[in-house]
């Protein structure tokens, strides 16, 4: 035994998550037994609390057998590998669905009283169960946070088997566990009391949970949380779908201009976006592209339409109140990393500064030299092709710059804590440069 009870384990998790404290993270327990644990954590982080509620579709004939998993607002997770193997109909689904959805929205209403279930979209999401035995659940429950845009997703737990991250494989982007013994039969062999969680512990916890965050910011003589709106960014004659977050007393607005294949709803961009967020800094995530020009290839890879898009947005953005006297800064991703210092280097552009994630700077090609914002160039060192253009872009520039080298790090920046080191090197530089125009320098750094 290591836990006395569910709370305990609560109490000795939040321990080890202290590094979350102060970031726009949701903790969602799983009902029923991960809920007690979770509200502990929520207490400790001093972070909302939901329930994050799961129901598994089984096989028409075979229940016991997941073929996807459903979750609140219309998530629907589908392992079509399953589905096509047990030779299910479009029909016998969606009646397992309609079926298990009505469950669903009874235990909602149960749980919450009425109450919305709080959004994820964008936010750090720590999933909190017991403890892991098959993972089914877990997984599960991850893939729907993802599904509805959480920016990150953290699984954890008080006690699970050895290898059990090889089980949930890259459903979630961090795991946290107290204790992963070899000798693991059941989860309840940890606890001194594991005894069943009822409906009404699990709606105690979140109505105590409510309560705490109404008294704490009844309290709190802080202006409420950061401006954040889901707007229309006009670019000229266009409208294009964006997100503007600017917390109270922000030194500076980022902009995003996305990749290749990518958007305002991008996980890497937005787990970037969320830690300058809590360094205090405002950011703009927006699409670059409509729907109808996006079928089109040939605008994805046209750098100057893009960049005529950034600079039309960055009008825009300017003229909002929440942007009056802030300077504004370019995150530019892979080929979005061309565009954003394509419009950097305008007359009149006014960028404080310029960062690039596994980006492509030569596509600016001859206008890297009429680049003022102090710029720096993230790249991974396994990412060796761009890696070169990179170096190559940047011996063409004037401007102050640096080129810093992730580690082990590939193009995507998938590998476990790169993401982080990125967000890291970004916020550091902003938080350096985003103030009112000063005068460009030369030279720079690079660290491998």
Same mark, same amino acid.
């Given at each position: ?130 403890? =892991? ?69 699990? =709606? ?26 889901? /707007? ?177 790090? /590939? ?11 990125? /967000? ?25």
């Amino acid at each position: 035994m290591f836990f006395i009870n569910r709370r305990d384990a609560g109490r000795q998790l939040a321990a080890r998550l202290g590094h979350l404290q102060g970031a726009d993270v949701l903790v969602l327990g799983l009902p029923r037994g991960g809920v007690p644990v979770a509200a502990e954590v929520a207490r400790a982080l001093g972070a909302p609390l939901d329930v994050c509620l799961v129901r598994k579709l089984g096989v028409p004939f075979q229940p016991e057998l997941g073929m996807g998993a459903i979750g609140e607002g219309g998530v629907r997770v589908i392992n079509e590998q399953v589905v096509r193997g047990a030779r299910v109909t479009a029909d016998e689904l969606d009646r397992v669905e309609a079926r298990e959805r009505q469950v669903l929205e009874r235990r909602a209403r149960r749980y919450r009283g009425g109450r919305p279930p709080v959004s994820v979209d964008g936010r750090t999401v720590l999933v909190v169960d017991d403890g =892991v035995a098959t993972g089914s659940t877990a997984r599960a429950a991850c893939r729907i946070a993802r599904a509805g845009g959480a920016a990150r997703i953290v699984l954890a737990v008080p006690v699970a088997p050895r290898d059990w991250t090889a089980r949930l494989g890259e459903d979630a982007d961090d795991y946290v566990c107290l204790y992963a013994p070899r000798d693991f039969d059941a989860v309840g062999q940890f606890y001194d009391d594991f005894s069943q969680t009822e409906d009404e512990e699990v =709606v105690a916890c979140l109505a105590d949970a409510g309560e705490q965050r109404t008294d704490a910011a009844a309290s709190d003589p802080r202006p409420a949380g950061p401006a954040d709106r889901e /707007t229309d960014v006009h670019a000229g004659s266009v409208l294009l779908r964006g997100r503007l977050t600017v917390p109270s007393g922000a030194s500076g607005i980022v902009m995003f201009a996305h990749g290749s294949g990518s958007g305002r709803r991008s996980p890497r961009n937005r787990l970037v976006a969320a830690g300058l967020n809590t360094a205090g800094m405002g950011t703009l995530l927006f699409d670059l592209l409509t729907d109808e020009e996006e079928a089109d290839r040939a605008n994805v890879f046209d750098t100057g339409l893009l960049s005529r898009r950034l600079a039309g947005a960055t009008d825009w953005l300017r003229r909002q109140p929440e942007a009056e006297g802030r300077p504004v800064g370019y995150f530019g991703a892979s080929t979005g990393a061309g565009a954003a210092l394509w419009a950097a280097a305008e007359p009149g552009a006014r960028v404080a500064a310029v960062v690039s994630r596994g980006g492509r700077p030569d596509l600016a090609g001859p206008r890297l030299a009429d680049v003022k914002a102090p710029t720096l160039l993230i790249v991974g060192g396994h990412d060796r092709h761009v890696l070169a253009l990179n170096r190559e872009a940047r011996a063409r520039m004037r401007c102050e710059s640096a080129l810093a080298v992730v580690p082990g790090a /590939t193009h995507l920046f998938e590998e476990p804590g790169a993401l982080d080191q990125v /967000t890291g090197l970004a916020r550091d530089w902003f938080t350096a440069h985003m103030a009112p125009a000063r005068p460009a320098g030369a030279g720079g750094s690079e660290a491998e």
